[in-house]
């Protein structure tokens, strides 16, 4: 069942899926907001997925403390890997500019694949 979090400019929304759980966050992420990332996260891997989806294609923007979440999550989730969808390219070059493209697997895609 989907569960939702509202933050005046942040919306996240965790699915579960089958073998994948998604977090799919629409607005800005900054210092104000990101805990609800790791959070939502954390929540996300209560399900034992196969793989954990961090939806951030209607992120508009977000800041070195929404990555510093990101990668929180990211070693909490360890062995199970952690797949990042971006449009917008700003958050890209966020990825890109920390060397954390490795890290995740960073996707770029053209359109927004997940509604909550």
Do not use: K, W, Y
């Amino acid at each position: 069942m989907p569960q939702q979090s509202d933050d005046n400019d942040l919306t996240i929304t965790t699915v579960s899926a089958g073998a994948v759980a998604s977090v799919i966050v629409a607005g800005e992420v900054d210092i104000t907001n990101a805990a609800q990332l790791s959070g939502a996260g954390r929540s996300a891997l209560e399900s034992n997925p196969a793989e954990l989806v961090f939806d951030l294609t209607a992120v508009t923007f977000m800041d070195s403390s929404g990555l510093g979440h990101l990668v929180r999550v990211l070693h909490a989730a360890r062995p199970v890997p952690v797949r990042v969808l971006v449009t917008h390219p700003s958050l890209l070059r966020l990825f890109d500019i920390t060397g954390l493209l490795g890290a995740f697997d960073v996707q770029h895609v053209t359109a927004a694949p997940s509604t909550p």
